[in-house]
Protein backbone atom coordinates (compact mmCIF):
# COMPACT_ATOMS: atom_id res chain seq x y z
CA UNK A 1 0.00 0.00 0.00
CA UNK A 2 1.24 3.37 -0.64
CA UNK A 3 0.90 5.36 2.59
CA UNK A 4 0.25 8.89 3.14
CA UNK A 5 3.91 9.04 4.38
CA UNK A 6 5.42 7.86 0.54
CA UNK A 7 3.27 10.21 -1.33
CA UNK A 8 6.06 13.07 -0.86
CA UNK A 9 8.77 10.53 -2.23
CA UNK A 10 6.55 9.41 -5.25
CA UNK A 11 6.33 13.31 -5.83
CA UNK A 12 10.13 13.69 -5.60
CA UNK A 13 10.40 10.03 -7.71
CA UNK A 14 8.02 11.71 -10.26
CA UNK A 15 5.87 9.00 -10.66
CA UNK A 16 2.75 9.86 -11.34
CA UNK A 17 -0.70 8.71 -9.04
CA UNK A 18 -3.27 7.38 -10.69
CA UNK A 19 -6.67 7.49 -8.52
CA UNK A 20 -10.26 6.76 -9.59
CA UNK A 21 -13.63 6.70 -7.27
CA UNK A 22 -15.56 4.01 -6.21
CA UNK A 23 -19.33 3.47 -4.36
CA UNK A 24 -19.60 0.02 -3.82
CA UNK A 25 -18.14 -3.50 -3.73
CA UNK A 26 -18.06 -3.93 -7.71
CA UNK A 27 -16.89 -0.31 -8.68
CA UNK A 28 -13.99 -1.12 -5.53
CA UNK A 29 -13.07 -4.06 -6.95
CA UNK A 30 -12.50 -2.73 -10.65
CA UNK A 31 -10.74 0.20 -10.02
CA UNK A 32 -8.63 -2.19 -7.38
CA UNK A 33 -8.16 -4.86 -10.39
CA UNK A 34 -7.00 -2.18 -12.61
CA UNK A 35 -4.21 -1.23 -9.94
CA UNK A 36 -4.76 2.39 -8.91
CA UNK A 37 -2.58 3.62 -6.25
CA UNK A 38 -4.99 4.87 -4.18
CA UNK A 39 -9.53 4.29 -4.21
CA UNK A 40 -11.33 7.72 -3.47
CA UNK A 41 -15.01 6.77 -2.06
CA UNK A 42 -15.73 9.96 -2.70
CA UNK A 43 -19.19 12.15 -1.70
CA UNK A 44 -19.99 12.40 -5.35
CA UNK A 45 -21.55 8.65 -4.79
CA UNK A 46 -24.46 10.98 -3.29
CA UNK A 47 -25.08 11.58 -6.97
CA UNK A 48 -23.56 8.71 -8.52
CA UNK A 49 -24.76 5.75 -6.53
CA UNK A 50 -27.79 7.78 -4.12
CA UNK A 51 -29.55 9.82 -6.93
CA UNK A 52 -28.98 13.26 -5.25
CA UNK A 53 -28.54 16.50 -6.71
CA UNK A 54 -25.29 17.58 -4.97
CA UNK A 55 -23.47 16.03 -3.05
CA UNK A 56 -24.61 17.76 0.12
CA UNK A 57 -27.19 15.00 1.61
CA UNK A 58 -25.00 12.53 2.25
CA UNK A 59 -24.19 11.56 5.63
CA UNK A 60 -21.21 10.28 7.07
CA UNK A 61 -23.20 6.87 8.28
CA UNK A 62 -23.70 6.57 4.58
CA UNK A 63 -19.73 7.25 3.59
CA UNK A 64 -19.53 4.59 6.46
CA UNK A 65 -21.32 2.23 4.41
CA UNK A 66 -19.79 2.75 1.08
CA UNK A 67 -16.60 2.54 2.60
CA UNK A 68 -17.06 -0.65 3.70
CA UNK A 69 -18.19 -1.85 0.63
CA UNK A 70 -15.22 -0.73 -1.30
CA UNK A 71 -13.21 -2.09 1.09
CA UNK A 72 -14.62 -5.52 0.20
CA UNK A 73 -14.55 -5.01 -3.42
CA UNK A 74 -10.91 -4.74 -3.15
CA UNK A 75 -10.16 -7.31 -0.39
CA UNK A 76 -12.28 -10.19 -3.06
CA UNK A 77 -9.21 -8.93 -5.55
CA UNK A 78 -6.33 -8.25 -4.01
CA UNK A 79 -5.82 -11.22 -1.32
CA UNK A 80 -2.90 -9.13 0.47
CA UNK A 81 -3.68 -6.32 2.20
CA UNK A 82 -0.30 -4.83 2.13
CA UNK A 83 -1.16 -5.15 -1.50
CA UNK A 84 -4.20 -2.68 -1.23
CA UNK A 85 -4.42 0.59 -2.61
CA UNK A 86 -5.17 3.15 -0.16
CA UNK A 87 -8.70 4.06 0.13
CA UNK A 88 -9.12 7.63 0.95
CA UNK A 89 -12.88 8.63 2.43
CA UNK A 90 -14.27 11.79 1.76
CA UNK A 91 -15.56 13.48 4.86
CA UNK A 92 -19.27 14.85 4.44
CA UNK A 93 -20.71 17.99 4.35
CA UNK A 94 -21.05 19.23 7.63
CA UNK A 95 -19.36 16.41 9.33
CA UNK A 96 -16.15 18.35 10.13
CA UNK A 97 -17.33 22.70 9.65
CA UNK A 98 -18.85 22.77 13.03
CA UNK A 99 -16.14 22.45 15.43
CA UNK A 100 -12.88 20.20 15.51
CA UNK A 101 -14.23 18.33 17.91
CA UNK A 102 -16.58 17.02 15.62
CA UNK A 103 -13.70 17.03 12.70
CA UNK A 104 -12.12 14.53 15.11
CA UNK A 105 -14.85 12.23 15.97
CA UNK A 106 -15.91 11.50 12.22
CA UNK A 107 -12.73 11.37 11.10
CA UNK A 108 -11.86 8.72 13.94
CA UNK A 109 -14.73 6.72 13.33
CA UNK A 110 -13.87 6.69 9.20
CA UNK A 111 -10.40 5.42 10.40
CA UNK A 112 -12.29 2.86 13.11
CA UNK A 113 -15.46 1.86 11.62
CA UNK A 114 -14.29 1.25 8.11
CA UNK A 115 -11.04 0.29 5.99
CA UNK A 116 -9.95 3.81 5.22
CA UNK A 117 -6.53 4.90 6.31
CA UNK A 118 -7.12 9.04 4.82
CA UNK A 119 -9.45 11.62 4.95
CA UNK A 120 -10.62 14.13 2.45
CA UNK A 121 -11.89 17.60 2.95
CA UNK A 122 -12.59 20.23 1.00
CA UNK A 123 -11.57 24.13 1.41
CA UNK A 124 -8.70 26.26 3.45
CA UNK A 125 -10.54 28.57 5.43
CA UNK A 126 -9.19 29.37 8.41
CA UNK A 127 -11.61 26.92 10.61
CA UNK A 128 -10.54 24.09 7.96
CA UNK A 129 -7.06 24.85 8.57
CA UNK A 130 -7.44 24.28 12.13
CA UNK A 131 -9.26 20.93 11.76
CA UNK A 132 -6.88 19.57 9.46
CA UNK A 133 -4.27 20.43 12.02
CA UNK A 134 -6.23 18.50 14.49
CA UNK A 135 -6.72 15.49 12.34
CA UNK A 136 -3.53 15.64 11.36
CA UNK A 137 -1.70 15.44 15.48
CA UNK A 138 -4.19 13.21 16.32
CA UNK A 139 -2.90 10.49 14.00
CA UNK A 140 -5.10 11.16 10.71
CA UNK A 141 -3.65 11.57 7.15
CA UNK A 142 -5.98 14.08 5.45
CA UNK A 143 -6.19 15.10 1.89
CA UNK A 144 -6.65 18.71 0.98
CA UNK A 145 -9.53 19.91 -2.09
CA UNK A 146 -9.30 23.19 -3.75
CA UNK A 147 -10.66 25.42 -6.64
CA UNK A 148 -14.41 23.69 -7.50
CA UNK A 149 -15.48 21.90 -3.72
CA UNK A 150 -19.33 20.70 -4.71
CA UNK A 151 -19.82 20.65 -1.30
CA UNK A 152 -19.67 24.68 -1.85
CA UNK A 153 -21.96 24.28 -4.67
CA UNK A 154 -24.72 27.15 -3.85
CA UNK A 155 -21.95 29.25 -3.56
CA UNK A 156 -19.31 28.04 -6.66
CA UNK A 157 -21.86 26.25 -8.92
CA UNK A 158 -19.74 23.59 -11.00
CA UNK A 159 -18.08 26.47 -12.92
CA UNK A 160 -14.45 26.41 -13.61
CA UNK A 161 -12.38 28.25 -10.71
CA UNK A 162 -9.45 30.74 -10.53
CA UNK A 163 -9.91 31.96 -13.73
CA UNK A 164 -8.08 36.07 -12.78
CA UNK A 165 -5.21 36.49 -11.23
CA UNK A 166 -6.82 37.65 -7.76
CA UNK A 167 -8.58 34.46 -7.50
CA UNK A 168 -5.18 32.50 -9.16
CA UNK A 169 -2.97 33.97 -6.10
CA UNK A 170 -5.83 33.65 -3.54
CA UNK A 171 -5.85 29.94 -4.36
CA UNK A 172 -2.05 29.66 -4.13
CA UNK A 173 -2.01 31.06 -1.34
CA UNK A 174 -4.56 28.20 0.36
CA UNK A 175 -2.59 25.54 -1.27
CA UNK A 176 0.13 26.47 0.92
CA UNK A 177 -1.66 26.68 3.90
CA UNK A 178 -2.92 23.13 3.54
CA UNK A 179 0.37 21.76 3.55
CA UNK A 180 1.59 23.73 6.07
CA UNK A 181 -1.40 22.70 8.17
CA UNK A 182 -0.11 18.62 7.33
CA UNK A 183 -1.96 17.49 4.15
CA UNK A 184 0.00 14.57 2.45
CA UNK A 185 -1.95 15.82 -1.21
CA UNK A 186 -4.14 18.29 -2.58
CA UNK A 187 -6.91 17.47 -5.09
CA UNK A 188 -7.22 20.29 -7.64
CA UNK A 189 -10.65 20.34 -9.48
CA UNK A 190 -11.68 22.02 -12.63
CA UNK A 191 -8.81 25.07 -12.35
CA UNK A 192 -7.00 26.22 -15.17
CA UNK A 193 -3.92 23.97 -16.45
CA UNK A 194 -1.64 27.09 -15.70
CA UNK A 195 -2.71 26.92 -12.16
CA UNK A 196 -2.15 23.47 -11.65
CA UNK A 197 1.26 23.70 -13.04
CA UNK A 198 2.13 26.31 -10.90
CA UNK A 199 1.46 24.74 -7.79
CA UNK A 200 2.79 21.22 -9.04
CA UNK A 201 6.14 23.20 -9.08
CA UNK A 202 6.13 24.65 -6.58
CA UNK A 203 4.68 22.64 -3.57
CA UNK A 204 6.06 19.67 -2.10
CA UNK A 205 2.82 16.95 -1.60
CA UNK A 206 1.53 15.99 -4.82
CA UNK A 207 -1.03 17.93 -6.76
CA UNK A 208 -3.67 15.20 -7.73
CA UNK A 209 -6.07 17.12 -10.60
CA UNK A 210 -9.29 16.65 -11.94
CA UNK A 211 -10.15 18.61 -14.81
CA UNK A 212 -6.96 20.60 -14.30
CA UNK A 213 -5.20 19.49 -16.74
CA UNK A 214 -2.02 17.27 -17.54
CA UNK A 215 0.80 18.91 -14.93
CA UNK A 216 -0.20 17.69 -12.75
CA UNK A 217 1.70 14.79 -9.94
CA UNK A 218 -1.44 12.44 -10.68
CA UNK A 219 -5.24 12.29 -11.48
CA UNK A 220 -8.48 11.18 -10.07
CA UNK A 221 -11.55 11.14 -12.15
CA UNK A 222 -15.38 9.76 -11.11
CA UNK A 223 -15.13 6.75 -12.56
CA UNK A 224 -18.93 6.25 -13.16
CA UNK A 225 -17.77 9.19 -15.73
CA UNK A 226 -14.61 7.57 -16.99
CA UNK A 227 -16.67 4.79 -18.32
CA UNK A 228 -20.14 6.71 -19.46
CA UNK A 229 -22.39 5.28 -16.90
CA UNK A 230 -23.55 8.79 -15.64
CA UNK A 231 -26.65 10.77 -18.26
CA UNK A 232 -24.35 13.87 -17.88
CA UNK A 233 -20.62 14.35 -18.06
CA UNK A 234 -18.61 17.08 -16.26
CA UNK A 235 -16.85 19.13 -19.27
CA UNK A 236 -13.23 18.12 -18.49
CA UNK A 237 -14.24 13.66 -18.08
CA UNK A 238 -14.29 12.34 -21.56
CA UNK A 239 -15.19 8.99 -21.15
CA UNK A 240 -13.10 6.29 -22.49
CA UNK A 241 -16.34 3.60 -23.33
CA UNK A 242 -19.84 4.27 -22.87
CA UNK A 243 -21.47 1.91 -20.92
CA UNK A 244 -24.77 3.80 -20.12
CA UNK A 245 -25.99 2.94 -23.45
CA UNK A 246 -24.29 -0.45 -23.74
CA UNK A 247 -26.19 -1.27 -20.38
CA UNK A 248 -29.27 -0.11 -21.78
CA UNK A 249 -29.32 -2.01 -25.35
CA UNK A 250 -28.92 -5.02 -23.01
CA UNK A 251 -31.16 -4.70 -20.56
CA UNK A 252 -33.83 -3.50 -23.11
CA UNK A 253 -33.05 -6.83 -25.37
CA UNK A 254 -33.89 -8.88 -22.89
CA UNK A 255 -37.45 -7.29 -21.51
CA UNK A 256 -38.23 -7.78 -25.54
CA UNK A 257 -37.07 -11.03 -25.31
CA UNK A 258 -38.82 -12.05 -22.21
CA UNK A 259 -41.96 -10.82 -24.22
CA UNK A 260 -41.26 -12.90 -27.26
CA UNK A 261 -43.98 -15.33 -28.75
CA UNK A 262 -40.48 -17.75 -29.05
CA UNK A 263 -40.57 -17.71 -25.05
CA UNK A 264 -42.19 -20.89 -23.44
CA UNK A 265 -43.44 -18.67 -21.08
CA UNK A 266 -45.22 -16.59 -23.34
CA UNK A 267 -47.70 -19.78 -24.08
CA UNK A 268 -47.49 -21.49 -21.11
CA UNK A 269 -50.98 -21.85 -19.34
CA UNK A 270 -51.91 -20.32 -16.10
CA UNK A 271 -51.33 -23.36 -13.43
CA UNK A 272 -54.09 -22.00 -11.52
O1 LIG B 1 -16.29 13.17 -4.42
C1 LIG B 1 -15.48 12.93 -5.31
O2 LIG B 1 -15.60 11.98 -6.08
C2 LIG B 1 -14.32 13.81 -5.43
C3 LIG B 1 -13.55 13.77 -6.71
C4 LIG B 1 -14.30 14.53 -7.73
C5 LIG B 1 -12.18 14.26 -6.53
O3 LIG B 1 -14.07 14.57 -4.55
Given at each position: ????????????????????????ALSGAWVAAAGVDAVLVGDSLAMVALGHATTLPVTLDEMLHHCRAVGRGV????????AHPLLICDLPFLSYQCSADEAVAAAGRVLKQSPAAAVKLEGAEPETLVVIDRLVRSG????????LTP??????????????????????????ALQSAGCFALVLEHVPDTLAQRLQL?????????????????????TADLLGMTPRQPP????????????????????????????????AAPHC
Open positions: MLRPGDWLSRKQEGAPLALLTAWDASVIADPAIPVMGHLGQSVHQLGYRRQATDPVAQQRLVTQAEQLAVPVIGIGAGPHCDGQVLVFAQPLVNLRPQALEALSRWVTAQRAPTNPAAS
